[in-house]
């Protein structure tokens, strides 16, 4: 990972909104991440029942370009 991505990934956490419970934090740190164009997919899909086309960004609702 070059540096540029360390900064983009660091600053994505540190801007996530905080509150709620570990799930609302959560899910705000894949807005942030999206925000700062990262995409997050889950390697273990099974134990959560996620479908396995979708990431993340797009169960937030978020849309992906490109």
Do not use: Q
């Given at each position: 990972m070059n540096s540029?991505?360390?900064?983009?990934?660091?600053?994505?956490?540190?801007e996530a909104a905080k509150g709620g419970d570990f799930i609302d934090h959560g899910w705000?740190?894949?807005k942030s991440m999206h925000a700062a164009g990262?995409?997050?997919t889950p390697l273990d899909r099974g134990p959560a029942g996620l479908n396995p086309k979708k990431t993340l960004n797009e169960m937030c609702g978020?849309?992906?370009e490109g």
């Amino acid at each position: 990972m070059n540096s540029s991505y360390a900064y983009r990934l660091s600053k994505a956490c540190s801007e996530a909104a905080k509150g709620g419970d570990f799930i609302d934090h959560g899910w705000a740190l894949v807005k942030s991440m999206h925000a700062a164009g990262f995409i997050i997919t889950p390697l273990d899909r099974g134990p959560a029942g996620l479908n396995p086309k979708k990431t993340l960004n797009e169960m937030c609702g978020l849309e992906i370009e490109g």
